[in-house]
C-alpha cells in the first residue's frame, strides 16, 4: 500500500475533492452572504469592483471573467510576473516553468475550455496535446493522444483483463460525465458545489437528481480500492489506474471512487495538455484580459493586509496605500489568506482552529535540464512508478522552448518540508545535493542523454514556499486526509477564496474555482 502513498505533486495537474462527494459538509459552508458592486458608477483611481489577492489561475481567471462583464478589477501579485506556480522564467534559451506539464479540461465541458470560449481565446493558441509512458514493473506503457487512448493501450498491455478494462471504463464514463452533468455546464459552464444547486438549478433537475446521477451517486458510496478489486485481479494493472493519485498524495482506499474519477480521468478519458510557450504565457494574456477592460494588474506589491470592518470587506492595504472594494478574492493559500491578512477579531475562535489544523500536503525536488540534444525518441512525459520520479521534455510538445536540436526538460520526485526545516545551510546544502544526485540517476535510467545535461535550477520545498507563500511548500491541500476543507465563501462578508487549498490543486480546478467566484460575484446569472 505504500506505493500508493507517494507521489509527485504539480501546480498543471489534478484536483481532488470536487463538490459532489463531499460525505459530510465542510465547517463555516452555510455562507449565504452575497454583495452586489456598483459597476455602473463612477470610481475614484484607487476604487475598484473587485480586488484579486495573488496571480495564479484562480484568481487570473476569476478577474478576467469579471472583466469582460464589465467589473473593474485590480489583481495584485508579490512576483515579478503573474502565474504563482506556473509562472517561469528564460535562461540562455531555455525556457521553464515551476510546475504544469501536464493539464486537463480542455474538453468540450472542461472550465478551461469554457474560460476560452467565455473570452473569445483560442484554444491551439496556447495548449497542445500530451504523449505519455507509464512505466510500472521495469515496464512501459505509452499513451498517445488521441480520444480513449489510454483506456486502449491498458487493454493491449494486460490483454487478459481486456473484458474488465473496458467494463471499467464505461462504468468510470457513465460517472465523468454524472459529475459534469450536461444541464450544469450549459447553465453554468462549471461543476458548481452542491450547495448551491438548490438554488441556481432547476427545480426538476433537484428533484430528479437521484435517478439521473445513480452511477455517480453509487462510486460515491465505494472507495477507489474497492472498485479496482471489483474489477480487477491484476496487480500491475490497479497501479496503473492509480498513476495520477501520486499527484496529490490520496489513498485508494481513504478516497470515494467517484472522487478519482472527477480528479483523474479526463486525463485517462481526454488525454493531458501542455501549455505552448509555458504556462506563463497563458497566464500574461489573462492579465493583459483585465488591464484592457478598464483593470490594473501590480506585479511586485505584497498585500499588507486585506482590510475588514463590521459591514465586511472593505478593500486591502498595500504598503502605504489603500484600494477600496467592496469585494476581494484570495488567490493566496487559505491559512496565509486567514491568519497571516486579515485581522484575527474578525475570524471567530473556532474559525480559526479550523485553519490552523488544516493539513498541508507533499512539495517537491523539481530540477530544471538543459539538454544539449533533441531527444525526438521519447514521448513528452515519462511517469516512472517504480522510482517515484516524473519526467517532462518540455520542449518535445513546444520547439521554441529550447535552442535549436536541444531540449528543456524539467525532473521531480516528492519531498517533504519537514526534511528540510530547522537545517543548517550546510546541512541544507549536502540534503540538496544528496537527493539531486539521486534524482538524476532515475532520471538518467530513463534518458541516458540527460548525463549530457546542465542542471539549471533546483526547486526545494523551501522554493516553492517562498515562490507561491505555500506554508511548507506544499504543492497540494491536505489532500491525503479525510479533513474538510474551506468554502469558497468565507465567513466574511465579501471575501472569497479562489486557490487551491480551497476544493483542489490543478490549472483545470483552480481555474474552476476562479470562474465560481465571478459567478456567484455576478449573482449567478445565465451565460
Same mark, same amino acid.
Given at each position: ?23 459530510s459538509?465542510t ?13 455602473l ?10 480586488i ?15 472583466a ?11 512576483n515579478?510576473?503573474v502565474g504563482?506556480?506556473?509562472s517561469?522564467?528564460e ?13 486537463e ?11 476560452l470560449?467565455q473570452?473569445?481565446?483560442q ?11 507509464l ?8 499513451i498517445?493522444?488521441?480520444?480513449n487512448?489510454m ?11 481486456e ?9 468510470a464514463k ?14 453554468w459552464?462549471?461543476v ?6 438548490k ?28 472498485v479496482?478489486?471489483?474489477?480487477f ?21 481513504w478516497?470515494p471512487a467517484?472522487?478519482?474519477v ?5 486525463y485517462?478519458?481526454y488525454?493531458?495538455?501542455h ?26 506589491t ?7 470592518n ?9 504598503a ?10 484570495s488567490?493566496?493559500?487559505a491559512?496565509?489568506t486567514y ?5 484575527? #477579531?474578525?475570524?471567530? %475562535?473556532?474559525f480559526?482552529?479550523f /485553519?490552523?489544523? !488544516?493539513?498541508?500536503? *507533499?512539495? &517537491?525536488?523539481?530540477?530544471h535540464l538543459?539538454?544539449?540534444e ?10 516512472d512508478?517504480d522510482n517515484?520520479?516524473y519526467?517532462?521534455?518540455?520542449s ?7 535552442p ?5 526538460v ?10 528540510f526545516?530547522g ?19 532515475q ?11 546542465k542542471v539549471?535550477k ?8 517562498k515562490l507561491?507563500?505555500?506554508?511548507q ?8 486526509s #479525510?479533513?474538510?476543507? %474551506?468554502?469558497?465563501?468565507s465567513? /466574511?462578508v465579501? !471575501?472569497?477564496?479562489? *486557490?487551491? &487549498? ?16 465571478a ?5 449567478w446569472?445565465?451565460?
Amino acid at each position: 500500500m505504500h506505493r500508493y502513498l507517494l507521489g509527485i505533486l504539480v501546480c498543471v495537474a489534478i484536483i481532488l475533492g470536487i463538490w459532489i462527494f463531499h460525505s459530510s459538509p465542510t465547517p463555516f459552508q452555510g455562507t449565504a452572504w452575497h454583495v452586489t458592486p456598483t459597476v455602473l458608477n463612477s470610481k475614484g483611481e484607487s476604487e475598484y469592483d473587485v480586488i484579486v489577492v495573488g496571480g495564479g489561475f484562480g484568481g487570473l481567471s476569476a478577474g478576467a471573467f469579471l472583466a469582460k462583464n464589465g467589473y473593474k478589477v485590480l489583481l495584485v501579485d508579490k512576483n515579478d510576473e503573474v502565474g504563482g506556480l506556473c509562472s517561469g522564467y528564460e535562461k540562455d534559451g531555455f525556457h521553464f516553468d515551476y510546475g504544469a506539464e501536464d493539464i486537463e479540461g480542455l474538453w468540450e465541458r472542461g472550465s478551461i475550455r469554457f474560460l476560452l470560449d467565455q473570452l473569445s481565446l483560442q484554444q491551439s493558441t496556447f495548449f497542445i496535446p500530451n504523449t505519455k509512458r507509464l512505466i510500472v514493473d521495469e515496464s512501459f506503457i505509452d499513451i498517445g493522444t488521441s480520444q480513449n487512448a489510454m483506456e486502449d493501450a491498458l487493454a493491449k498491455k494486460f490483454s487478459h483483463q481486456e473484458k474488465a478494462i473496458h467494463e471499467f471504463f464505461a462504468k468510470a464514463k457513465q460517472v465523468y460525465f454524472e459529475i459534469y452533468d450536461a444541464d450544469m455546464i450549459q447553465e453554468w459552464g462549471i461543476v458548481i458545489p452542491q450547495e448551491l444547486t438548490k438554488d441556481v438549478m432547476p427545480k426538476v433537475w433537484n428533484d430528479t437528481y437521484a435517478v439521473t446521477h445513480q452511477n455517480l451517486l453509487e462510486w460515491n458510496e465505494k472507495s477507489y480500492q474497492d472498485v479496482l478489486d471489483e474489477y480487477f485481479t491484476d496487480l500491475d494493472l490497479k497501479r496503473v489506474l492509480c498513476n495520477l493519485l501520486g499527484y496529490f498524495g490520496a489513498v485508494p482506499a481513504w478516497t470515494p471512487a467517484s472522487k478519482v474519477v472527477a480528479s483523474s480521468f479526463g486525463y485517462f478519458l481526454y488525454g493531458g495538455y501542455h501549455a505552448l510557450h509555458t504556462p506563463q504565457y497563458f497566464a500574461e494574456s489573462l492579465a493583459r484580459y483585465i488591464t484592457e477592460r478598464n483593470g490594473k494588474v501590480l506585479s511586485t506589491t505584497y498585500v499588507d493586509e486585506i482590510l475588514v470592518n463590521s459591514a465586511g470587506v472593505a478593500g486591502v492595504r498595500v504598503a502605504k496605500k489603500t484600494y477600496k472594494a467592496p469585494i476581494v478574492i484570495s488567490n493566496v493559500n487559505a491559512k496565509t489568506t486567514y491568519l497571516d491578512l486579515i485581522d484575527r #477579531k474578525f475570524l471567530t %475562535p473556532e474559525f480559526r482552529s479550523f /485553519i490552523q489544523q !488544516l493539513p498541508v500536503g *507533499s512539495s &517537491s525536488i523539481t530540477l530544471h535540464l538543459a539538454v544539449p540534444e533533441k531527444l525526438s525518441n521519447y514521448p513528452a512525459l515519462i511517469h516512472d512508478k517504480d522510482n517515484q520520479t516524473y519526467l517532462t521534455i518540455s520542449s518535445q510538445d513546444d520547439s521554441t522552448l529550447a535552442p535549436q536540436g536541444q531540449s528543456a526538460v524539467v525532473l521531480r520526485t516528492v519531498a517533504r518540508f519537514a526534511d528540510f526545516f530547522g537545517l543548517s545551510k550546510d546541512e541544507e546544502t549536502a540534503l540538496i545535493k544528496k537527493r539531486v544526485d539521486t534524482l538524476l540517476v532515475q532520471g538518467k535510467a530513463l534518458i541516458p542523454e540527460l548525463a549530457n545535461g546542465k542542471v539549471v535550477k533546483v526547486m526545494t520545498p523551501l522554493s516553492y514556499g517562498k515562490l507561491a507563500n505555500l506554508p511548507q511548500g506544499a504543492l497540494s491541500w491536505g489532500e491525503a486526509s #479525510k479533513a474538510k476543507k %474551506p468554502y469558497f465563501k468565507s465567513p /466574511i462578508v465579501g !471575501l472569497y477564496l479562489s *486557490s487551491a &487549498s480551497v476544493e483542489g490543486s490543478g490549472v483545470e480546478f483552480v481555474i474552476r474555482n476562479g470562474i465560481l467566484c465571478a459567478q456567484d460575484i455576478m449573482g449567478w446569472k445565465t451565460n
